[in-house]
């Protein structure tokens, strides 16, 4: 069974708007997340790795201001794209360890209009 | 720079046929590497991985070969069946299984019945 669960599964937004996404954890306590977001026909990208109780580390070239993570408990993070704009529609995928490799949710399609 | 890369965007076996699927990596401090299946809109499945100390992985029908000289690592499928039609990505990470996953841009895999 699923041992990632994300939501919503997908959502559309004016721009300019902000939209959370959860990811949670089922039945294990992941002190790191990561949030990847993938373009079409392209690989997942590693956007942010989050961290329970500190501050999320962001890749090179992914806007910290703009993507907004949150780790406030050991089985929730959330990701939000403040002020959205059509560019930033996209797949967004969360993913923790529970042991061994990443396991993922089943990811937000978000489109931006 | 993709330092994982998979060359073949598409293949198409016949049902009960063998599938191998391509990856080679640019990054030599890779020794963790996996191979994850997804389905449209959902997120990546892990199939199978395998220690840049080997250089095979079995498990069922799944093996993964690795050529650490070569950067390269291959994923068979024996029989092949309708149901592994899917989008394979490849990934690697440097540091083991505990670090940050590279992925490469995935093989669509189409099993005709």
């Known amino acids: 069974g699923a041992v990632v669960s994300q939501h919503p599964s997908r959502v559309i937004c004016k721009s300019g708007t902000s939209v959370k996404i959860e990811c949670r954890s089922l039945d294990f306590q992941a002190t790191t997340m990561f949030w990847y977001r993938q373009f079409p026909k392209q690989s997942l990208m590693l956007m942010a790795t989050s961290n329970e109780g500190s501050k999320a580390t962001y890749e090179q070239g992914v806007e910290k201001d703009k993507f907004l993570i949150n780790h406030a408990s050991l089985t929730l993070s959330t990701l939000t794209v403040t002020s959205a704009h059509p560019e930033d529609s996209s797949f967004y995928i969360c993913s923790a360890r529970q042991r061994g490799p990443l396991h993922f949710g089943n990811g937000t399609r978000l489109t931006v209009t | 720079d993709q330092q994982v890369k998979q060359n073949s965007p598409s293949l198409s076996v016949q049902e009960g046929r063998i599938s191998i699927l391509n990856c080679d990596y640019t990054?030599?401090?890779?020794?963790?590497f996996l191979w994850y299946k997804k389905y449209p809109a959902e997120g990546p499945t892990f199939l199978i991985s395998?220690?840049?100390?080997?250089d095979k992985n079995e498990d069922g029908r799944f093996t993964v070969f690795l050529n650490k000289s070569a950067k390269h690592l291959s994923l068979h499928i024996v029989p092949s069946q309708p149901g592994d039609s899917a989008v394979y990505f490849c990934a690697a990470s440097a540091g083991g299984s505990n670090y940050k996953l590279t992925f490469g841009k995935g093989t669509l895999l189409t099993v005709n019945p």
């Open positions: 395998i220690s840049s100390i080997k």
């Open positions: 990054n030599s401090m890779f020794d963790y």
